[in-house]
Nanobody, 125 residues
Framework: VQLQASGGGLVQAGGSLRLSCAAS????????MSWFRQAPGKEREFVAG????????YYTGSVKGRFTISRENAENTVYLQMNSLKPEDTAIYYC???????????????????WGQGTQVTVSS
């Protein structure tokens, strides 16, 4: 599976952005897709994720109520709607997918087999 992320940019605090991640290739094998982010000088962290055949969504605590992950199965695309952005949301955002028959923990980076190239999100104060 190949992933292409887009939608990052520069926004003022309180603003919104929507990230997109389009999957291509062996998409029938996708089990889950998630968004991670890495801020300067910090480790990459889980942001949001969902399983491909379920409507349940999962978020890290700092983005709950502000970010929404969704998918469009027909287009093999996952989105991350980010509202009420804060300067601490500044990071490179990565989408990732995992195959079937891999551990279900969405926050476990090592279980993802495909990663997008990353898209920069910068929130100014």
């Amino acid at each position: 599976v190949q992933l292409q992320a887009s939608g990052g940019g520069l926004v003022q605090a309180g603003g919104s952005l929507r990230l997109s991640c389009a999957a291509s290739g062996r998409t029938f094998n996708i089990y889950a897709m998630s968004w991670f982010r890495q801020a300067p000088g910090k480790e990459r962290e889980f942001v949001a994720g969902m399983y491909w055949t379920s409507d349940s969504t999962y978020y890290t605590g700092s983005v709950k109520g502000r970010f929404t992950i969704s998918r469009e199965n027909a287009e093999n695309t996952v989105y991350l709607q980010m509202n009420s952005l804060k300067p601490e949301d500044t990071a490179i955002y990565y989408c990732a997918s995992k195959r079937r028959f891999t551990p279900s923990d969405l926050a476990q980076e090592s279980t993802y087999s495909s990663w997008g190239q990353g898209t920069q999100v910068t929130v100014s104060s």
